[in-house]
Structures are given as C-alpha cells and as structure tokens.
Nanobody, 115 residues
Framework: QVQLVESGGGLVQAGGSLRLSCAAS????????MGWYRQGPGKQRELVAG???????NYADSVKGRFTISRDNAKNTVSLQMNSLKPEDTAVYYC?????????WGQGTQVTVSS
C-alpha cells in the first residue's frame, strides 16, 4: 500500500507564497513521475505541474513563471513552490505519483488566496 502525505496548504493574501510538500511511503517500487493537481470550486481537477525521474518538468500555462516543482528521489518527496499567488489559484491541491504499479493520490490540501 502506498501513502501520500501532503502538507503546506493554508490561507494567504494575493501576491503571497506557499510551499506544498508531499512524502510518499509504503510499497513503492519505482516512481516514474510525480506531480500536483488541483480542483477549484465547481471546476474539474487539472494538472498544475509534473516532474519525471529525469527532472523534466511541465506546467499548466496559468502557473508558468510563478510555480516551481521539485523532487527528491532519495526521499520520495515532491514539492511545489507557489509564488505570486492569485485568488484563482484557490483550490484543493493533490499530490500524485505514477509508478509501475499504478497511480496514487494524496488526500488533498486546501490553498485559499484572498484578494
């Protein structure tokens, strides 16, 4: 069984910063990719940022230049540094990992950006 534990969400004013972290543990065989998704009120879940084993990254257009994803392969952790936050970034953020055994999700952490 795989467990993903997220931390770092909260309430911040527009223009502020937050850092999300996610630690994976359990029966992890091989993690191919790690990423963060979000689901805003009344919206579908969307990919925010992803990072491969080799360090290649991709970002949603809406967060490019503001968010940075990073991972520590030795510790099976992935982080998301979020700067210049906007009210439209308000959402529940989910950690996601893709392994040879399948895809796993964290429980989600709330990020609220006030205007």
């Amino acid at each position: 069984q795989v467990q993903l534990v997220e931390s770092g969400g909260g309430l911040v004013q527009a223009g502020g910063s937050l850092r999300l972290s996610c630690a994976a543990s359990g029966s992890i065989s091989s993690i191919n990719a790690m990423g963060w998704y979000r689901q805003g009120p009344g919206k579908q879940r969307e990919l925010v940022a992803g990072i491969t084993n080799g360090g290649s990254t991709n970002y949603a257009d809406s967060v490019k230049g503001r968010f940075t994803i990073s991972r520590d392969n030795a510790k099976n952790t992935v982080s998301l540094q979020m700067n210049s936050l906007k009210p439209e970034d308000t959402a529940v953020y989910y950690c996601n990992i893709l392994t040879v055994r399948g895809q796993f999700w964290g429980q989600g952490t709330q990020v609220t950006v006030s205007s």
